[in-house]
T-cell receptor
Framework: GQNIDQPTEMTATEGAIVQINCTYQTSGFNGLFWYQQHAGEAPTFLSYNVLDGLEEKGRFSSFLSRSKGYSYLLLKELQMKDSASYLCAAMDSNYQLIWGAGTKLIIKP | GAVVSQHPSRVICKSGTSVKIECRSLDFQATTMFWYRQFPKQSLMLMATSNEGSKATYEQGVEKDKFLINHASLTLSTLTVTSAHPEDSSFYIC????????????FGEGSRLTVL
């Protein structure tokens, strides 16, 4: 079956760095997405990886290893506004997104 | 980036009434739109995939007669919750993919439905 695993909750300190891991199993693979979702709001796009390696975009970076079925989202210089849920989603061979349950990130001063 | 507008953002209705939610792609043509519902502290649950000019494809367990989806044009899809009940109260979110694109999804702002 198709499955996405990511931690339920993580806590980090303002100014620090945090890595949110995601493992996936899908029927075929057409890329891995990360979305940020604040409570009560719709998700917003953060990153898309389809090739192995690290993609850096400002304070956020995303990594993919296709052979390991593994991705992580790296957030640097954490700010209080980064407190949100982070959703990992893998696109299968039918171009459908399989969603993880999300990781709630709590930032402490 | 592309913009998807969803309306209304909040709606409160009485049990037994029907509610329509609109999802519009404002600056691109969306061949495919997706409808999700999300319960508190849970992830997105895909309800149906809506293709312009054809019938929607519903996920297992989603009642197509209760959640009517219409995708009449390349920029508009609607979800109608018919005969709503309190258990239908949820956050409904649409997303759209640009025509010919198999990548990024653009999300609407979401609609919070409360059925009394």
């Amino acid at each position: 079956g198709q499955n996405i695993d990511q931690p339920t909750e993580m806590t980090a300190t303002e100014g620090a760095i945090v890595q949110i891991n995601c493992t996936y199993q899908t029927s075929g693979f057409n890329g891995l997405f990360w979305y940020q979702q604040h409570a009560g709001e719709a998700p917003t796009f953060l990153s898309y990886n389809v090739l192995d390696g690290l993609e850096e975009k400002g304070r956020f970076s995303s990594f993919l290893s296709r052979s390991k079925g593994y991705s992580y989202l790296l957030l640097k210089e954490l700010q209080m506004k980064d407190s949100a849920s982070y959703l990992c989603a893998a696109m299968d061979s039918n171009y459908q997104l399989i969603w993880g349950a999300g990781t709630k990130l709590i930032i402490k001063p | 980036g592309a913009v998807v507008s969803q309306h209304p953002s909040r709606v409160i209705c009485k049990s037994g009434t029907s509610v329509k939610i609109e999802c519009r792609s404002l600056d691109f043509q969306a061949t495919t739109m997706f409808w999700y519902r999300q319960f508190p502290k849970q992830s997105l649950m895909l309800m149906a995939t809506s293709n312009e000019g054809s019938k929607a494809t519903y996920e297992q367990g989603v009642e197509k007669d209760k959640f009517l989806i219409n995708h009449a044009s390349l920029t508009l899809s609607t979800l109608t919750v018919t005969s709503a009940h309190p258990e239908d109260s949820s956050f409904y979110i649409c997303s759209a993919r640009e025509k010919g694109d198999t990548g990024e999804l653009f999300f609407g702002e979401g609609s919070r439905l409360t059925v009394l």
